[in-house]
């Protein structure tokens, strides 16, 4: 990078943090900070979806996967499309029909109104957890990044990809703790149109001149990766698992929905976000991750993309692009962890250690403590995983496989419990990570299929749920199911 591009990085990022610390300026209580007032419109709440869910770590992540396998790593993308649709379709006419009316902040909310409160309680500590592996994998992406562009060198002779997530982590928790939902989703839009804008009017032209053009790009790959059919069937299964339930329990996505005013803006926001994860950003970063393994062949995957911008783009031009990849990788972690620290502080503390502390500036500033707590015990996390990709799809099995099959239930099933929720959540979560850990073993025809663990969580789930609420089935709040279950 040049001198100029180091400028504009500064500058770009100065008026990123000034967004965050003019809303921080206007948010009055905790609900200002986590649900942006309630009144947001839907094509700033579905470009923020889409930096949320792709982001800088999937984009990077998109560009390991385009580096490995080519335009067939495109379906992982596919999945967003799907989910974003059928939460659409599926969820949010039946909560945007009662959350008003309840003043839902957080996804453990809508349990806890079909529920109980210990459904609630569990559920808030799994989503919990999961976001912070969410927030763990996006602080490694903006190391990646970081180690690939600004920050190739430190005066303190540190191991560079662990000195740049240091850097990372210090400034997206920064952001996180002076911001609120408003300034995540405004800046979303902003920051959003200048990397889609930078990586295919720019770096994919750039990119393909410098190799001679498509027939040059042609020659240099195997034929398979100009495939979409190239591609394992397990893979294909394995990301429909572990993405598309995510949209069904994500805190992220919850969150949203309440900030949209009514049914129809929310459902407009989530086709927007469909349409722009798949095809839009899914073939972009799969088609830069090719061009990236021609140009550095012998690169790192995850770190081939951020190596072209760094080093093919014009002067000037790099600056924008990596201060617009750090932004969405920033939006992202600051959506994740706000969604943690509305589930530690909303559905745990406020609602029995600091019972009605949340109302006004005592339950902000107690937000923003929290936060910041959450944020140090993601920079742990992140240390752990050595790929973007892994530490985002962990985090997501771990959440989908105890919380899917409840929420389905909550939505469409009236003889679901809360002793069948409470089982299916811890039973499908617990088998989940001894498989991931490897303390649990597949027997050798299951492992032979190459399936995700979360699939087998799933299962496990679904059977607990079902069995549990047949032998102990709710006897109270059956206006909640009726209100839920017609939208």
Known sequence: MDGIDYLIFGVYMTVILGVGVYHFRRNGDAEDYYVGGRDIAPSHVGLSIVATDVGGGFSIGLGGVGFLMGLAGSWLLFTGLVGAWLSAVLLIPRLKKIDREQGFMTYPDFLRYRYDRRVAVLAALISGIGYLGFTAAQMLAGAKLASATILQTNPFGMEQVSFALLIIALVTVLYTMIGGLKAVIYTDTV?????????????????????????????????????LTSIEPATFINWMITIVPIW????????????????????????????????????????????????????????????????????????????????????????????????????????????????????????????????????????????????????????VSGLFIPTLGALFWRRGSSVGALFGMAGGGALTLLLLSGLVTL??????????????????????YTGGSLFFPQRERAGCASSILEP
């Open 191 to 227: 920051q959003w149109i200048v990397l889609l804008a930078g990586l295919m009017l720019v770096t994919i032209p750039v990119t393909l001149v410098k190799i001679g053009g498509f027939g040059a790009l042609v020659a240099a790959l195997p034929p398979s990766h100009f495939s």
């Open 443 to 464: 027997p050798p025809p299951l492992a032979a299929l190459g399936l995700d663990p979360t699939l087998y969580g799933i299962v496990f789930s679904a059977l607990l």
């Open 248 to 399: 069904f329990v994500g805190m992220t996505l919850y969150q949203r929905v309440y900030a949209c005013r009514d049914e129809r803006e929310a459902k407009k926001a989530w086709y927007i976000a469909g349409i722009f994860e798949y095809p839009i950003m899914a073939f972009t970063g799969v088609f830069l991750g090719m061009c990236a393994r021609v140009v550095f062949p012998e690169a790192e995957p995850e770190q081939a993309m951020p190596m072209l911008i760094s080093q093919v783009l014009p002067v000037g031009v790099t600056g924008i692009v990596v201060a617009a990849y750090f932004s969405a990788i920033m939006s992202t972690a600051d959506s994740c962890m706000m969604a943690a620290s509305g589930n530690f502080t909303n559905d745990l503390l406020f609602r029995s250690v600091l019972r009605g502390w949340q109302q006004g500036s005592l339950g902000l500033w107690i937000s923003m403590i929290v936060t910041l707590l959450v944020g140090a015990a993601s920079v742990l996390l992140a240390i752990r995983f050595t790929t973007v990709l892994d530490a985002i799809l962990q985090a997501y099995s771990f959440m």
